[in-house]
């Protein structure tokens, strides 16, 4: 599956962004999918996942209430629904899919991902 991830840019802090990434290939209802960022000078850390059904998800801490991840497995979409976001949001955002029978927080759990798009929040 090939991942290609967009909608990403500059906002105030307490802004909005929706982030979506799109999956071509077979199979994409069958994949669990992640949204992982990397911040400057910072390790990638999870931020979301969610099941190839959709029926569970799990976040960081740091973004639950927050965010809101869903997919459209219809349109081999998912989606990442940022709000109230904040000046240590900023990073450069990546989707990832793979096999994993649950939402997962370890990036190793995913062997495909997508390019990344860069998310600048202002102060």
């Known amino acids: 599956v090939q991942l290609q991830a967009c909608g990403g840019g500059l906002v105030q802090a307490g802004g909005s962004l929706r982030l979506s990434c799109a999956a071509s290939?077979?199979?994409?209802?069958?994949?669990?999918m992640g949204w992982f960022r990397q911040a400057p000078g910072k390790e990638r850390e999870f931020v979301a996942g969610?099941?190839?059904?959709?029926?569970?998800?799990d976040y960081a801490d740091s973004v639950r209430g927050r965010f809101t991840i869903s997919r459209d497995n219809a349109k081999n979409t998912v989606n990442l629904q940022m709000n109230s976001l904040k000046p240590e949001d900023t990073a450069v955002y990546y989707c990832?899919?793979?096999?994993?029978?649950?939402?997962?927080?370890?990036?190793?759990?995913?062997?495909?991902w997508g390019q990344g798009t860069l998310v600048t929040v202002s102060s």
């Open positions: 990832a899919a793979g096999r994993i029978s649950r939402p997962s927080s370890r990036s190793s759990d995913y062997p495909y």
């Open positions: 969610i099941r190839w059904s959709g029926t569970s998800t």
């Open positions: 290939g077979r199979a994409f209802s069958s994949y669990d």
